[in-house]
């Protein structure tokens, strides 16, 4: 089901968005440029989390991993990121995850570790075909919400 859209009236007088801080372009406002890129700053402010640890397709067979950062119990791990991942071709489903230290594995035969027997950040599963990526699942979506365990 489609998400339902303010009237256009109420679109139109929007000034800004009170969460993020986005502001709204005016009707009427030049150079409209401008405007648009101030629109897109603070949309790729507000943004920057959201990329966090997000893998993505270089092209071929190799991905990337986005720098982030995430808690394992009460210390915080930190990933630098990396690029020219080569992944196997033909595979239904690959694996990619940080271990509890940080470590990118690249898992192309069985699937994620279970929780929380071994602890884990999941970034996505990843199908190959005929030399290139066909598609990247997100599964960082089960860890935004994570409270460190005490002690």
């Known amino acids: 089901?489609?998400?339902?859209?303010?009237?256009?009236?109420?679109?139109?007088?929007?000034?800004?968005?009170?969460?993020?801080?986005?502001?709204?372009?005016?009707?009427?406002?030049?150079?409209?440029?401008?405007?648009?890129?101030?629109?897109?700053?603070r949309l790729l402010l507000a943004l920057k989390k959201a990329n966090e640890l997000r893998v993505y397709d270089e092209g071929g067979l190799n991905v990337g991993v986005k720098a982030g950062a995430f808690w394992t119990g009460t210390t915080l791990v930190e990933y630098v990121g990396s690029y020219g991942n080569t992944l196997a071709d033909d595979k239904a489903a690959i694996y990619i995850y940080l271990d509890s230290s940080?470590?990118?594995?690249?898992?192309?035969?069985?699937s994620f570790?279970?929780?929380?027997?071994?602890?884990?950040?999941?970034?996505?599963?990843?199908?190959?075909?005929?030399?290139?990526i066909t598609s990247i699942t997100d599964c960082r979506g089960g860890h935004s919400f994570t409270i460190p365990s005490a002690g």
């Open 102 to 110: 940080g470590t990118l594995v690249i898992n192309e035969y069985t």
């Open 113 to 132: 570790p279970e929780m929380p027997t071994t602890p884990h950040v999941r970034l996505a599963i990843v199908t190959t075909a005929a030399g290139d």
């Open 1 to 41: 089901m489609a998400e339902v859209y303010p009237s256009d009236n109420d679109l139109l007088n929007l000034e800004a968005d009170t969460e993020t801080g986005v502001e709204y372009i005016p009707t009427g406002v030049a150079p409209y440029y401008l405007q648009f890129r101030k629109l897109l700053y």
